[in-house]
């Protein structure tokens, strides 16, 4: 099914999403990769502020490459979500409410994500060109010496995801490997 949502999410958007839906994400939503998700988690260790509010936000694992003088930003494409995984699930009881990037994740994480209903989106990896052009403003707010991992707030228009995790837990991954198993 086809859903055009915004950002910050909501809780009754996110109950509505299911594993297959394509997306599209109008709205604030934040990067980090997995320099920015060190950061934050040794900022939280020692009791500090994290960059910017968890509550019901989006992130996007993204390090874009640098924007042309007439751009934005670079190439947008996501990077393979696993590489933070160990940092998620806190995020998650923080109060981040979606992913979007691309691969499978950790059973630690997916059950961080149904008890804290969340949903993780990918975007479709090798695509940043066409991706950066839903991105109409991009701001570094927090790690600028990370460079391309330097925390962002990008406002986002109709940035087209597909949920491939639901906050019930419905993996995409799975349910469409043994479709194509039945099909065979």
Not at 21 to 36: L, N
Not at 58 to 79: E, F, H, N
Not at 150 to 163: C, H, I, Q, S, T
């Amino acid at each position: 099914m086809e859903k055009h949502i915004n950002a910050p999410l909501s809780q009754e958007v996110i109950m509505d999403l299911k594993a297959g839906d394509y997306v599209y994400i109008t709205g604030t939503i934040y990067t980090a990769r997995d320099a920015a998700h060190k950061r934050m988690s040794e900022s939280l260790e020692k009791g500090e502020k994290l960059p910017f509010d968890m509550k019901d936000t989006i992130i996007y694992y993204l390090g874009p490459s640098p924007a042309r003088p007439d751009q934005v930003i670079g190439s947008a494409g996501p990077t393979t979500s696993s590489r933070m995984d160990k940092y998620t699930p806190d995020l998650l009881d923080r109060g981040l409410k979606g992913m979007i990037g691309k691969g499978k994740r950790s059973i630690q994480v997916i059950d961080s994500m149904k008890k804290n209903q969340c949903v993780y989106f990918a975007a479709i990896g090798g695509a940043g060109a066409l991706l950066s052009k839903c991105i109409r403003s991009s701001e570094v707010i927090a790690y600028e010496d990370l460079g391309t991992e330097a925390v962002r707030k990008l406002y986002v228009k109709e940035l087209p995801v597909v949920v491939v995790i639901d906050s019930y837990g419905n993996n995409l991954y799975e349910t469409a490997a043994e479709i194509y198993k039945k099909s065979s």
